[in-house]
């Protein structure tokens, strides 16, 4: 299946655009009401020269138990951006969770460790939010913690420096848009899908 993927989409609308050479390829595709995510899945292939990424923020029970089977029995690669201080709380992920994801395929990237502005808290308490969550994740266990996302999409230079500094190669903003060859890796942009 090279330069395609597969659009996945249960009980919600889901859009994919690429940017490949300079032109925007997109799909949509929607399942109507399926009763069991592993028994209901459908699949649109399209000719693509681009690559997607599904990024999964926070670290909900609901994209592991929703999510996750949906992405994992389709084969795409996900993204799931952790909070590190919410693993196991009610309506969160367990560190068994994360690590079942990750065995499994999925990246498990860095989303700090209480969801703060990042852009809003002083220079000194950043350490501790970013690399913290990077440690946080390694410590139980996750083999890469490679890319950041901002929380709230908050960030500056101050921001990224810490992140950099962090050992991240790349992080996601929130800004809408496509990326090319020369988007600012520390500035990847998204597409959300609600």
């Known amino acids: 299946m090279k330069n ?6 249960l ?8 940017l490949a050479d300079k032109t925007i390829d997109w799909g949509f595709l929607f399942l109507n009401e399926p009763t069991s995510p592993s028994s209901q899945l459908s699949f649109t292939t399209l000719s693509l020269g681009g690559m997607v990424s599904l990024n999964f923020d926070d670290g909900y029970a609901s994209a592991y138990q929703n999510g996750w089977p949906i992405i994992k029995a389709s084969g795409l690669p996900s993204t799931h951006y952790i909070i590190t201080n919410y693993l196991g ?3 969160y992920m367990t560190g068994e969770e994360v690590l079942e994801m990750e065995k499994a395929g999925a990246e498990i990237g860095a989303h700090s460790r209480t969801h703060p502005h990042l852009a809003q808290i002083d220079k000194y308490d950043l350490p501790w ?5 990077r440690e946080d994740l390694l410590k139980l266990g996750v083999k890469k913690v490679e890319t950041f996302a901002y929380p709230y999409g908050s960030e ?4 990224i420096k810490a992140v950099e500094k962090a050992g ?3 992080a996601r903003a929130f800004d809408i848009g496509l990326n ?10 998204r597409w959300g899908v609600l």
């Open 4 to 9: 395609q993927i597969a659009i996945v989409g």
């Open 11 to 18: 009980a919600i609308l889901m859009a994919c655009f690429v």
């Open 89 to 91: 709380r009610t309506g």
């Open 129 to 133: 939010q970013i690399t913290g969550s």
């Open 156 to 159: 500056n230079e101050l921001v």
């Open 168 to 170: 991240f190669s790349g």
């Open 180 to 189: 090319d060859g020369l988007t600012d890796k520390y500035r990847f942009h």
